[in-house]
């Protein structure tokens, strides 16, 4: 596996993943025009190209030298330092992987590099948002020190859901 920063020419596999990766854990919840406008704002070519050329953003890619296998995005400053008293927190806002490779390391492989990139930067905690049902990713950043400090929304079109706020110092 290599990991390795994110170019613009990577934009539209970057975009394909995002979308198939949230659609293979979370189509089910949200009606599809919900689920369409969100994948829209969120993972449209023009928008990923964007966040890959904005310095407040920082992509690792994860591929097997021919193919995307997964992706981490963190940005700075993080828009969730409002719950928290850490000096410089960085947010965590997407970690995906190929849900044909999934239980493969490259989520871990790839959060690895995050906790490092995050003490590199001078950053004194992370967080990211969680979905409240979903138990086996809160287990996964459990497992790296995160802990839940808040309860927050997160909208899918007209569609609430319930998230969790987490977050570990570094």
């Known amino acids: 596996m290599i990991l ?16 198939e990766s949230f659609r ?3 189509a089910h919840l949200y009606r599809p025009e919900d689920l369409n406008a969100f ?40 828009g969730y330092a409002e719950y928290s008293d850490a000096a410089n927190p960085i947010a965590l806002g997407q970690l ?7 239980g493969e390391g490259i989520g871990a492989a790839l959060m690895d590099w995050a906790m490092g990139e995050a003490r590199t930067r001078g950053h004194d905690a992370i967080q990211l948002s969680v979905w409240s049902e979903n138990t086996r990713a809160q287990r996964f950043y459990q497992r790296y ?13 007209t569609h609430r859901d319930d998230e969790f706020l987490y977050e570990t110092r570094l």
């Not at 995906?96 to 999934?102: E, I, S, V």
């Open 4 to 19: 390795r920063p994110a170019t613009p020419e990577d934009a539209p596999a970057l975009a394909t993943l995002g979308r």
């Open 24 to 26: 293979a854990a979370f």
């Open 39 to 78: 994948l829209e704002e969120a993972y449209d070519q023009a928008v990923v190209a964007g966040e890959i050329a904005d310095e407040r953003y920082i992509h690792r890619l994860a591929s097997d030298g021919t193919r995307l296998l997964g992706f981490v995005k963190m940005s700075a400053p993080s």
């Open 96 to 102: 995906y992987t190929d849900p044909a490779h999934t």
């Open 145 to 157: 020190g995160f802990a839940h400090i808040a309860d927050i929304d997160f909208w899918v079109g």
